[in-house]
């Protein structure tokens, strides 16, 4: 049995580090995204060497000491997560404008379990939809929503990259950027609230790092930072939304939320997991949601399984008059984040991908 603490131990250890070698082959990055599991196995053994720790066992009080410091280094990580992370609350007296809901939704290409999505949104409604993975056989079942919605740009594709939008509010423009790669589209809308507040929005999914898919995350990284890069520069509020194939405390993460200035409600509110919504040991919050200083939030969670392998991200919030409390979890720029930004920026355009036009559940 010691023999297996000191296995795990290292396994642990080495998982806690990898993440932090600045390479963006999947092989480092994937272990960004396990950090809570990570925690969680690190208490556990802890609490395990204590039952074996003998003060005469050097090689044992070692491995408990660099244990504790990689737990409590997770855990740093971590808690801003969470609810125990100061929040502020938020100033009743600002003028708002009314609220805007939004759902956002990974639907996973070879889910036909459509009429789960449809029946979720006829229930609640939301003011804009957004999904991501839509192919033509969810844009055909999707068309029940034209009749309630007014607007719609739809990009219905075979590669797991299809995306579809929907509003009942006023739009004023809306476009289709492919930052990275004809085969990856995003979708910026500028948009006015019922009472009149001028907002956009950027729907995002960028392709992940992993053995299956991409070699590395540079295409996933310079398509988060050209949305930073164009948002940095924005006069209105502005909400980005989506499957960032990302998780909020990776370094691409928050490299792009210095270079955006935007806020992630996630902090002081808890995780609120998405994917995978089949296996509750395996969940990550990797559909992410940032926002301007000047966008209130007044409910953020995770919607009902609708067959996906993600859960539908769900969020309302107001345009304000004047800055949000949460201004203060608006991480500063950093002296060489312009530079950084730019190269992988380059880097992501200059990635030569080998996805397939039709990608089948084979």
């Known amino acids: 049995m010691i023999i297996t603490y000191y296995v795990l131990t290292f396994l642990l250890v080495i998982t806690t580090f990898l993440p932090r070698i600045n390479d ?35 090689l044992l009080i070692i491995c408990q000491g660099i244990l504790a410091f990689t737990f409590i280094f997770n855990s740093a990580v971590l808690i801003r997560f969470t609810s125990l992370y100061k929040t502020y609350k938020q ?21 036909d379990e459509y009429e789960r999505l449809i029946n979720l949104i006829e229930r609640i409604k939301p003011d804009i939809v957004l999904t991501m993975e839509s192919n ?30 929907w509003t009942n509010l006023e739009v004023k423009k809306i476009k289709v950027n492919h930052f990275m790669s004809d085969d ?38 310079g398509e988060l930072l050209s949305v930073a890069k164009i948002v940095k520069d924005m006069d209105t509020p502005v909400v980005v939304a989506g499957d960032f194939n990302n998780v909020a405390w990776a370094k691409s993460s928050m490299l792009f939320k210095r270079i955006s200035q935007l806020i992630d409600p996630r902090v002081g509110r808890g995780f609120v997991s998405t994917f995978h919504a089949k296996y509750w040991f ?8 940032f926002h301007s200083e000047k966008v209130y939030i007044e409910e953020f969670k995770a919607e009902e399984a609708v067959g996906s392998d993600h859960f539908p991200l769900y969020t309302k919030f107001h345009i304000g008059s004047s800055d949000n409390p949460e201004t203060v979890n608006v991480e500063k720029q950093e002296e060489d984040d312009t530079e950084e930004m730019e190269e992988m920026i380059d880097e992501g355009k200059h990635t030569q991908s080998e996805r397939k036009e039709v990608v089948t559940e084979d």
């Open 136 to 165: 033509y056989n969810w844009d055909m079942a999707l068309e029940k929503l034209d009749s309630s919605y007014k607007h719609s740009k739809k990009i219905p594709q075979e590669n797991t990259y299809g995306m579809h939008f």
């Open 184 to 221: 990856i589209p995003s979708i910026h809308c500028s948009l006015k609230t019922e009472d009149g507040w001028d907002f956009d929005f950027i729907g995002i999914h960028p392709p992940p790092p992993s053995p299956t898919e991409e070699e590395t995350s540079k295409e996933r990284d």
């Open 24 to 58: 963006q082959h999947w092989f480092f990055r994937i272990w960004d995204f396990g950090k809570v599991q990570l925690v969680i196995m690190q208490f556990l053994l802890l609490i395990w060497g204590f039952v074996y720790i003998e003060f005469d066992n050097l």
């Open 91 to 111: 100033d009743k007296s600002v003028r708002k404008s009314k609220s805007v809901s939004l759902l956002s939704v990974n639907v996973y290409q070879f889910n």
């Open 282 to 289: 395996l969940r990550f919050p990797i559909d992410l949601f």
